[in-house]
Structure formats: structure tokens, C-alpha cells
């Protein structure tokens, strides 16, 4: 069984960091891709960022030149750098793996930005 674990959201002020994780219970290379979603209150799941099992990320608009996608495939964990967080950013964030024909999904982190 499949498990993903995030960590790392809690409260920051505009402007500020944070770096969320995604603990794989099995090789992040096993994985065709992962990624990042986050959805807000009332509103749809979006994509965040997703990287390739071969290293290749892409992002969505909103968060190009702010958020990093990355992988640690020694400790099979996937990260989510953000910086310069905004207001807007504020939702929760739910890590995905994307194997063959299944789809698994973390419980999700809060990141909550606001002064």
C-alpha cells in the first residue's frame, strides 16, 4: 500500500517561506510523476507543481518564479519550497503520486499566509 505523508505547513506573514514535504512509502522513482495540489475553501483542487520521475517540473502561473519543486530520491521525499508567499496562497496542500494507472493522495498540510 501506497502511503503519503505531508509536513511543514503551519502560518507565515506575506512575503515569508515555507517548505512543505511529501514522505513516499516506497521509491519516489516508482512514481510516473508527483506533485503538489492545494484547494481553498470553496474552492476546486488546483495543481500546484509536478515534477517527471526523470526530474522535469512544471507549474501552475500563479506560482512561477515563487515555488520550487524538488526530489530527494535517497529519502524518497518530495518538496515544496515557497517564498514570497501571498494571502492568496492560503489553502490546503495535498501532495499526489501519479503510478501507472493509480492516483494516491496525502492527507494534506494547512498553510494559512496573512498578517
Known amino acids: 500500500q501506497v502511503q503519503l505523508v505531508e509536513s511543514g505547513g503551519g502560518s507565515v506573514q506575506p512575503g515569508g517561506s515555507l517548505r512543505l514535504s511529501c514522505a513516499a512509502s516506497?521509491?519516489?522513482?516508482?512514481?510516473?510523476?508527483m506533485g503538489w495540489y492545494r484547494q481553498a475553501p470553496g474552492k476546486q483542487r488546483e495543481l500546484v507543481a509536478r515534477?517527471?520521475?526523470?526530474?522535469?517540473?512544471n507549474y501552475a502561473d500563479s506560482v512561477k518564479g515563487r515555488f520550487t519543486i524538488s526530489g530527494d530520491n535517497a529519502k524518497n521525499v518530495v518538496y515544496l519550497q515557497m517564498n514570497s508567499l501571498k494571502p492568496e496562497d492560503t489553502a490546503v496542500y495535498y501532495c499526489?503520486?501519479?503510478?501507472?494507472?493509480?492516483?494516491?493522495w496525502g492527507q494534506g498540510t494547512q498553510v494559512t499566509v496573512s498578517s
Open positions: 516506497r521509491s519516489i522513482f516508482s512514481f510516473n510523476d
Open positions: 515534477i517527471t520521475s526523470g526530474g522535469i517540473p
Open positions: 499526489n503520486g501519479r503510478r501507472s494507472v493509480s492516483n494516491y
